[in-house]
């Protein structure tokens, strides 16, 4: 599986998991695996290793417990915007690229946001990907 499979599938788990509680996560974690379409994800049909799986889902859960503290940080730059007006997929692809920037040292920040900007294209609305660039680029640490 790619890299961009796998943050696909990281994307569309922090969506099934932002529209549940706390105590749900793990059970949707276990559901998404069981249940999770392929049909528009490059090379279907859907196979993880259980390597695969377990970063997918570890990831996934590192970004819901960040999620407050991302959060804050996207209200302080998105100006005008708030997280509880965003729409669910620009929020979650948001999350994803916040934490790939600021607590994943192993995704370089240009591709974080790039990688953001193709989801947005994919899954968020018409104007999303300059929303989301436009945000991301405020973000983009110093010495990056």
Excluded at 15 to 22: E, K, L, P, V
Excluded at 43 to 65: C, D, T, Y
Excluded at 99 to 113: C, F, H, L, N
């Amino acid at each position: 599986m790619t890299r961009r499979q796998i943050r696909e599938h990281i994307l569309r788990l922090l969506f099934n998991i932002s529209a549940r509680s706390a105590q749900e996560e793990g059970e949707q974690v276990q559901l998404y695996f069981e249940q999770v379409p392929d049909e528009d994800i490059e090379n279907p049909p859907f196979f993880a290793s259980p390597e695969e799986k377990e970063l997918i889902a570890g990831k996934a859960q590192a970004i819901a417990e960040l999620a407050p503290q991302i959060d804050a940080l996207l209200n302080e730059t998105a100006k005008g915007w708030t997280t509880n007006r965003m729409g669910r997929a620009d929020l979650a692809i948001l999350r994803l690229a916040v934490y790939e920037m600021r607590y994943d040292d192993s995704i370089p920040v240009g591709v974080a946001i790039n990688e953001a900007v193709e989801l947005a294209k994919k899954y968020g609305e018409d104007e999303s990907a300059a929303f989301i660039n436009g945000i991301l680029a405020k973000l983009v640490p110093e010495e990056a």
